[in-house]
């Protein structure tokens, strides 16, 4: 497969880009040389390899989900810039 400068062209449009005939080559050449790369993959057997998400095994670490107290208001309202004792004070923003 091999782009075309009409479809670089056309990609630029649709991204409403504006691209100089300069960068058009430019751009055609890197398209190619990537689609290129991407056809050498595609000779590689993958048949055995298991698909993944992630090069390395993650695991969730889950936590018991326990009911716990809150922390109390006045705890809460102490680092507050401003309050008015029962909740935080900010400005109105419209």
Known sequence: MKITLEEVEHVARLARLEVSP??????TRQMNRILQYMEKLNELDTAGVPPTSHVIDLRNAFREDLVEDSLPRDAS????PESNGVEFVVPRII
């Open 77 to 80: 309202l102490e680092n507050a």
């Open 22 to 27: 300069a960068e058009k080559e430019e751009l």
